[in-house]
């Protein structure tokens, strides 16, 4: 008889809270990198590959519910309950920048050019920072419905995905007019909500169902 195949995971130690965001780059010609977000207020990053530790951003003072890394995995961003959004050097570790808020911070994302963050959080607004002038005040999209729980970006960057802790369906934005022009309905709130590599498939998490969406 054919032995089973058992696939063994790696683990990674590190976290003493939960963790609560995951994010893995692009393939660059260093390889693929994750990094991760936790409630013990310190991100991590690892190689993607082999799961082994990288280093810590240290500076947060809060829990921290977001995570991502830019295409070329050159710099990172959190967002966290301290009421701030944070940008790292990914290579060194250093706070580029912080981006204060009025409230928790509970999304961000890297534009695909690299050249904007997109942040939300529980004040309901949107804001685009330009990594060029990250001195200049964000540009803040029209009211969200509800208190922001994921963002993206889609067709290369001229729509922004948003998904509200407190009610369902998640809302498609046109950067030009910051005007909702569409909302995929789902049951329950959406807890997360992701843009394949390719740009052509959104997939969301509600309650107990995964949905996927053709993205044109």
């Not at 990198?33 to 409630?39: D, E, H, R």
């Not at 961000?108 to 690299?114: I, K």
Request: with cysteine; charged share 25%.
């Amino acid at each position: 008889m054919e032995k089973k195949k058992v696939a063994v995971p790696l683990v990674c130690h590190g976290h003493s809270r939960p963790v609560v965001d995951l994010f893995y780059s692009p393939v660059t010609p260093d390889g693929f990198f994750l990094i991760s977000a936790s409630k013990d207020s310190s991100p991590m990053l690892r190689n993607g590959e082999t799961g082994d530790w990288i280093g810590t951003f240290e500076g947060h003072k809060g829990a921290v519910w977001s995570c991502c890394l830019d295409t070329s995995a050159l710099r990172a961003a959190t967002a966290s309950a301290d009421f701030s959004t944070k940008v790292w050097d990914a290579l060194t570790g250093d706070e580029l920048h912080s981006f204060e808020h009025k409230h928790i911070a509970r999304a961000c994302a890297f534009s695909e050019d690299t050249h904007l963050l997109l942040t939300g959080g529980v004040e309901k607004i949107l804001r685009i920072y330009d990594m060029n002038r990250p001195d200049a005040p964000p540009r803040e999209v029209d009211k969200s419905p509800g208190s922001v729980r994921t963002v993206a970006w889609l067709h290369s960057d001229q729509t922004i995905l948003s998904s509200c802790t407190d009610m369902g369906g998640v809302r498609l934005w046109d950067v030009r007019s910051g005007k909702i022009v569409q909302t995929l309905e789902t049951k329950s709130s959406v807890t997360s909500a992701e843009v394949s590599q390719d740009g052509r498939y959104i997939t969301t998490a509600d309650g107990s169902t995964v949905k996927f969406w053709d993205a044109n």
